[in-house]
């Protein structure tokens, strides 16, 4: 049984890499410019901002917490870069713009902690308030952005474009903070058991605050690699990109209950959603398909979660065994049952 168990598991924990497989083969034959260079450069490019933001997510998703406002941060955080800091340098400009994502991921951070709001309820509040306030600044019309900007999506350095380059840099950072920092084991402590990590010293409030600002920087990180490919921001910009930023999370391994998963993952979750995209255009396919597809491949990354923790919470519960009684031999341990 518990074999049979650990083969469902191996086949849940591959899914979205086997999806990719299969993806790669259909669009392959059904397009000849898809299996080229060129394209998959492109997917890379595409696909970046995503994957910034996405890696943001992943740190509050591993802490069992959820920022549906990710895409509202997006768009505050260029709309201020475009209509106050259009006459500065990138220098200056950007970390300024970088500060106004933390501060909206603080302020989503400070209600949760403080006020004990729930995350989902939290977000989805700042979401349409985030929004509301970058009309408001824009008075809707589209904004603009200075050369120096528009640069950053059009031109390369050693041959690789400057979105990939945000991209892997922001991965590095982000990767080895969690595999090689104390930081990093506490924020998956907090997820899998917050309790426990409470009682083991960890202050839960400050991690769960470092990580939505860490998440509001990324969402800023990704709305000026966005605005630097598509030269303007209207009024839709990061519109719904919370459901393809925690689709991304959670179809490379990030479990929406915490405490499992991965940056790396992460990334290959960005760049599956953008194949798909990018499939669907050199197909041909109805414009109209690609939400529905994307809604289709969300809901498979929660079922498969969804599975995938239920198996392991069986399998843990099997590993489980009984200290024996002190006049009895060590060797001899029994299972509890399942």
């Known amino acids: 049984m518990a074999g049979r168990h650990r083969l469902q598991l191996l086949l849940l924990q591959y899914a979205p890499l086997l999806l990719f497989i299969v993806l790669l083969v259909v669009f392959g034959l059904l397009s000849g410019r898809f299996l080229t260079t060129a394209n998959f450069v492109n997917i890379l490019i595409q696909s970046a901002h995503v994957a910034i933001i996405a890696i943001g997510m992943t740190f509050v998703l591993l802490v069992a917490g959820v920022d549906l406002s990710v895409g509202a941060n997006m768009y505050v955080s260029v709309a201020v870069l475009g209509l106050y800091l259009k006459g500065l340098p990138v220098a200056a400009s950007f970390p300024i713009t970088a500060l106004v994502g933390i501060l909206f991921g603080a302020v989503n951070a400070l209600i949760i902690t403080q006020l004990r709001v729930a995350a989902f309820i939290t977000t989805l509040a700042t979401m349409f308030v985030g929004r509301g306030l970058a009309l408001y600044m824009s008075g809707t019309k589209m904004v603009g952005f200075n050369d120096q900007i528009l640069a950053l999506g059009r031109t390369s350095y050693l041959g690789i474009p ?177």
């Open 162 to 338: 400057y979105a990939i380059w945000a991209f892997a840099l922001v991965f590095l950072i982000a990767f080895v903070v969690l595999r090689e920092t104390p930081f990093g084991r506490q924020i998956y402590a907090v997820g899998a058991d917050p309790e426990a990590a409470t009682k083991a010293g960890i202050d839960v409030r400050r991690i769960v605050f470092s990580v939505y600002c860490i998440c509001g920087l990324c969402a800023a990180i990704g709305g000026v690699v966005s605005a630097s490919q598509v030269a303007v921001a209207s009024s839709t910009f990061g519109y719904q990109k919370e459901f393809a930023v925690i689709a991304a999370a959670v179809l490379g391994g990030t479990s929406l209950f915490g405490g499992r998963g991965g940056v790396l993952g992460t990334v290959f979750g960005a760049v599956l959603i953008q194949t798909v995209e990018s499939g669907l255009v050199m197909t041909n396919a109805d414009p109209y398909l690609y939400p529905l597809v994307i809604s289709v491949i969300i809901f498979l990354a929660v079922l498969v979660d969804s599975l995938r923790t239920g198996l392991l919470e069986r399998l843990e519960r099997r590993q489980i065994r009984v200290e024996p009684p002190k006049d009895k031999p060590r060797g001899l341990l029994t299972r509890q049952s399942a």
